[in-house]
């Protein structure tokens, strides 16, 4: 096992595509190979060792680093399927596109389209753990089908739109268009507010027993808000169920 280290050369405000960053990719190269990648910054395709510095060693995991001012760069663990990826730091649009395994830590905020599909792809996230210590932004989890999304703060607009399965938890506020044409899955919220979500696609609010998120207890992450939510909701929770236009298996758990 070994770990990889990605540190950006310079801040820039030109698009970096961070998609090229890829566990299943690595495994087989060596570290002047990898130094040779190619990668798109704006349109022009550079070596990915123009862009980062790149370091290897060895480790007792296997693990991928991405540091530096990370606003600009765009994709990173897309298709992560093992092992840990850590961003060190805020991040562009499209983090954990297609991520189907592993963890994903991201140590800072996050842009749109967290664990959403990018290009040509109808799926988003399909499998595994990704945690955000900061905040994200609009489409975070859109067309998600497994794994589960820790967000520790505020999160934008359509929060699980098109969703099909998995659990996203949110420790701060969130947007508008909550759950727009969710299928089924779970989002889990701290701060409800019933505009949040589209009426009357989704029913009223009723009591329910959230018993069973104990079992998510020991899953929490470290210094992540979401373990006093999670404790609250074991005894006091209210669910809405929908999109009822597109089936209305979703649901929206929260204090209440």
């Known amino acids: ?63 991928i680093v991405v540091a530096g001012e990370l ?12 092992g840990e990826f850590v961003i060190d730091g805020d991040a562009g649009d499209h983090v954990g596109s297609r991520m189907s395994g592993g963890t994903l830590h991201v140590a800072g905020s996050v842009g749109n389209h967290l664990a959403a599909p990018a290009g040509g792809h109808r799926l988003g ?9 900061g905040d994200a932004g609009h489409f975070a989890g859109h067309r998600m089908r497994r794994g589960t999304v820790w967000i520790n703060g505020n999160v934008g607009d359509h929060l699980g739109g098109a969703m099909i399965a998995g659990t996203i938890i949110v420790a701060g506020d969130f947007g508008a268009g909550s759950g727009l044409a969710m299928q089924r899955g779970t989002l889990i919220v701290a701060k409800p507010d019933e505009r949040s979500w589209p009426q009357p696609r989704f029913s009223r609010p009723v009591r329910f027993n959230a018993s069973f998120l104990k079992l998510l207890r020991p899953f929490v992450p470290a210094s992540h808000r979401s373990d006093k939510l999670i404790d609250q909701l074991v005894v006091d929770c209210t669910r809405v169920r929908g999109d009822r236009c597109v089936g209305g298996q979703g649901e929206i758990l929260m204090p209440g």
Not at 38 to 57: C, E
Not at 71 to 82: A, E, F, I, K, Y
Request: proline share 4%; no cysteine.
């Open 1 to 63: 096992m070994s770990t990889w280290r990605f540190q950006l050369r310079s801040r820039s405000e030109e698009p970096v595509d961070g998609s090229v960053i890829q566990h299943q990719q690595l495994q087989a190269m060596s570290p002047k190979d990898v130094e040779r990648i190619p990668i798109l910054v704006d349109g022009r395709t550079l070596a990915l060792a123009d862009v980062f510095q790149v370091t290897h060693q060895a480790s007792h995991v296997d693990q």
């Open 71 to 82: 606003t600009s760069v765009h994709g990173l663990g897309t298709g992560h399927d093992s």
């Open 125 to 133: 996230m399909t499998g595994g753990r990704l945690v955000v210590d």
